[in-house]
């Protein structure tokens, strides 16, 4: 069983906040992603990390930004929330390698902006 | 660019055969992948093919085709628990960056 945990689950908040959607696994995986899923919809990758101190931006432009400071800790932060920010976060991780294998996920942070 | 095309939805019944098709044209390909999930979870992982041919996991298979740009995950002995959208991820570098398609809602139905 994956051990990849994402907190808030869920989260209402008003427009200008300042919030951070927290990620950690504790499986030692060096890679870790943050995928965005609106219903019905794709997951778009928004941002990714080969490991510590590495962290690029995925496919989708996102105006939230990530850190990598340790292993196993992956947190999105938005600095100033919008309504067009509603969406679910979905966080996962992967072993390393030159072929990476499944994609491990969390249970994803649902974020409402008011 | 990138595109990976999947059915939106398909209806079938208990104990019945789904196959879910899948194409895609990316720029690389290291392998495909099929995920299952429940409405409001997190995605789960079923499947990977890199090599053409049917891999077989229980109720399970799914099937690629390179030279063709396709797949199917193909779902036998349909049970309720079943109904849920499946997702077909390709991994298109070989850095483990998936490109998932829109995923195909699959309902169950006594």
């Known amino acids: 069983e994956a051990d990849i945990y994402q907190t808030p689950r869920y989260l209402v908040i008003g427009t200008g906040k300042k919030i951070t959607l927290e990620c950690s696994q504790t499986?030692?995986?060096?890679?870790m992603y943050w995928y965005q899923q609106d219903p019905g919809m794709e997951l778009h990758l928004i941002h990714y990390s080969y490991g510590v101190n590495s962290t690029e931006k995925g496919d989708l432009s996102s105006e939230s930004t990530v850190s990598r400071i340790r292993t196993e800790h992956f947190p999105l932060t938005l600095e100033s929330a919008r309504p067009s920010h509603t969406s679910q976060y979905l966080c996962?991780?992967?072993?390393?390698?030159?072929?990476?294998?499944?994609?491990?996920f969390g249970e994803g942070s649902r974020l409402t902006v008011l | 660019g990138q595109n990976i095309d999947q059915p939106t939805e398909m209806t079938a019944t208990e104990g019945a055969i789904v196959q879910i098709n899948c194409t895609y044209q990316t720029s690389g390909f290291n392998g495909l992948f099929w995920y299952q999930q429940h409405a409001g979870e997190a995605p789960t992982f079923l499947s990977y093919?890199?090599?053409?041919g049917l891999e077989e996991k229980g109720r399970f298979s799914s099937f690629l085709s390179r030279s063709k740009g396709y797949s199917y995950l193909l779902l036998k002995e349909l049970q309720m628990k079943d109904s849920a959208s499946y997702l077909c991820a390709v991994l298109a570098d070989s850095w483990g960056k998936l490109q998932f398609g829109a995923g195909t809602q699959v309902v169950v139905t006594p």
């Open positions: 996962a991780s992967s072993p390393g390698g030159i072929i990476t294998g499944e994609l491990f």
């Open positions: 093919n890199v090599l053409d």
């Open positions: 499986m030692g995986h060096d890679k």
